[in-house]
């Protein structure tokens, strides 16, 4: 149940984030937004959220997800088969989502992994 939660919170985060920033810079739709998020979300939460964090620490944790967000984001330029998202709008959602994704990882170490190694810092 607590992947459950964690992956709703990062959801309706990656959602909110990327409809500020896409939904500004460029013409996608709402629904395009919301599908865009989805996939982010699952591809950031099995990778950074369960594979990486544990593993490693926040930092790392974070700058993968915002490499991976990146991918991700600009990817979606192929199967709309034109671009409509350019690298500086992918790069931008990026860097705001890594901000988002700092604090997340904070909450996923102490809800998601709570007898994790208390000698790396979340």
């Known amino acids: 149940m607590k992947h459950i939660y964690s992956l709703v919170i990062k959801y309706v985060m990656t959602a909110i984030i990327l409809e500020l920033i896409l939904g500004s810079l460029t013409a996608l739709t709402f629904g395009d937004i919301l599908l865009i998020s989805l996939v982010v979300t699952i591809i950031a939460y099995l990778i950074g959220d369960l594979l990486i964090l544990p593993a490693t620490n926040n930092t790392v944790a974070t700058l993968s997800d915002a490499v991976l967000a990146f991918i991700t984001i600009f990817a979606f330029n192929y199967y709309y088969g034109y671009t409509i998202i350019s690298y500086g709008d992918a790069i931008i959602a990026a860097v705001v989502l890594g901000v988002g994704e700092w604090l997340f990882h ?16 979340a």
């Open 106 to 121: 904070k909450y996923v170490a102490k809800v998601v992994f709570p007898d994790r190694d208390e000698g790396r810092k």
